[in-house]
């Protein structure tokens, strides 16, 4: 599963990244709810992990505004907030299910696998990218007669640029959205991926790459 987890709390927010990695998931992580609520938008998530108590707009305001931006991906809240009254205030907002911390790391799995076992749209949903597909489950990209496989950052890349077609992404923008703020590896990491996919979607005869000198790229359909 993709999941993301929107936790303040650097601790805390690094040991459930380690042990949900370790079971196999893709994680990504957000500090605040600013910085939540356009990557949750941006990217189909299996599952949603939100912390009450975030700094500024805390976790139940943005819960809010998700749902009523008509965000419907699964969302667990994480709290020390464990009365009755404060439980169904959280679910009334629109939470899927609740945990009050400290928990066992055993019932989080579970818990999560639950949710992902209900589905949501943003979970099943195939995103397109000019005339092809792209399979959120498998992360693959398929044509009319074939598919290629993606590795992780390739379908996140793309993914991102595949969400705003046509418009301009800096180099930066996508650093951030596809490697996290605290990536320290090389500069011209997004150039190496942009080089890798741009093959695949030739071969799928699909929308092409294109560099725009000095600021990022830009997904654009192929000519006919």
Known sequence: MRLLIVEDEARMAQLLQRGLAEEGHQVDTCRSAEEAREQ????P???ILLDWALPGVDGLSLLRSWRERGLRTP???LT???TVGERVVGLKAGADDYLVK?????ELLARIEALQRRGSPEATHATRVGALTLDVRRRVLMGETAEVP??????TLLSELAARPGEVL?????????????FDG?????????GTLRPKLAKLEGPTIQSVRGVGFRLVEAPP
């Open 80 to 82: 020390a907030r464990g």
């Open 186 to 194: 090389p500069p011209n990491i997004v150039d190496v991926y942009v």
């Open 40 to 43: 949750a938008e941006a990217l």
């Open 150 to 155: 993606l590795t992780g950052r390739e379908f």
């Open 45 to 47: 998530y299996d599952v």
């Open 170 to 182: 800096t180099r930066t923008e996508l650093l951030q959205r596809v490697w996290g703020g605290a």
């Open 75 to 77: 969302i667990l809240m």
């Open 102 to 106: 400290p928990f066992a790391f055993e």
